[in-house]
């Protein structure tokens, strides 16, 4: 397939507290990952597919992509993760079939993320040769601090939220890892960093990021309305 999605489940979820890694926790009925999964396969091209996992949770994950161990991995793939975000990115673009050219990095905790939010990810992706990255507009007003001071309202007009699935051209995403001198938060800090022109497109709510317990029962509230 000319598309691959790096989906990155190797966090350990301390903020959620639940004694697991956080892609594993149950969520009406499911570990996160499989609710990710099922909306990865829901694309409407064919995909490869590259879980990325803690080590210990490799045998999981490979039930949940319904391959037996020692099965043809073309289009599936489990890798283990690393210390960092950006490590575990690193290590499933290592594993990428050659026929890719489009890359797609996405966070097992976004579980719900609807199917077409990739492909319009994709579809921007090879219409610009750019970065392209969902987001929503902020809703808070900002303030930069120093510890509990006030410094500055930051122009919220000029801020977008930034989610998952962010989209590259293969060879831009390669170079940028490669060259990679800082940790950054996202995968499209990284592109920038190299110049590459990075694009926002619409996000979508149901992309939120499920991170404090809080967030994980706002997605079991939410399961039964998912319009996926
Ligand atoms: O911690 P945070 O929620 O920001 O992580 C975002 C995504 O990155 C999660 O899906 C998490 O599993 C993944 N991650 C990873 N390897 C790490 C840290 C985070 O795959 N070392």
Do not use: C
Request: proline share 6%.
């Amino acid at each position: 397939p000319d598309v691959a999605v790096i989906v990155v489940a190797a966090g350990s979820g301390t903020r959620l507290g639940a004694g697991i890694p956080k892609a594993f926790v149950h969520l009406a009925g499911w570990p996160m990952l499989a609710h990710t999964l099922t909306r990865v396969f829901g694309i409407a091209e064919p995909v490869q597919v590259v879980v990325v996992a803690p080590p210990e949770y490799d045998e999981s994950a490979r039930e949940l992509l319904g391959l037996a161990a020692g099965q043809s991995e073309a289009l599936v793939a489990v890798v283990a993760g690393g210390d960092t975000r950006q490590q575990s990115v690193q290590n499933g673009l290592a594993a990428l079939s050659p026929s890719v050219g489009t890359v797609l990095v996405h966070d097992a905790a976004r579980a719900l993320t609807p199917s077409s939010q990739f492909d319009r990810v994709i579809a921007e992706v090879r219409a610009s040769g750019d970065g392209v990255i969902p987001g929503l507009p902020v809703a808070d007003t900002v303030k930069r601090v120093t510890v509990d001071v006030v410094q500055e309202t930051v122009d919220r007009s000029h801020l977008t939220a930034v989610q998952t699935p962010q989209g590259f051209p293969r060879a831009i995403l390669e170079r940028a890892y490669a060259e990679a001198g800082h940790e950054a938060t996202d995968d499209a800090g990284l592109v920038s960093a190299i110049g590459h022109p990075v694009r926002v497109i619409a996000g979508d709510e149901l992309a939120f990021k499920i991170t404090t317990a809080w967030d994980l029962n706002r997605a079991a509230l939410l399961f039964g309305t998912d319009r996926d």
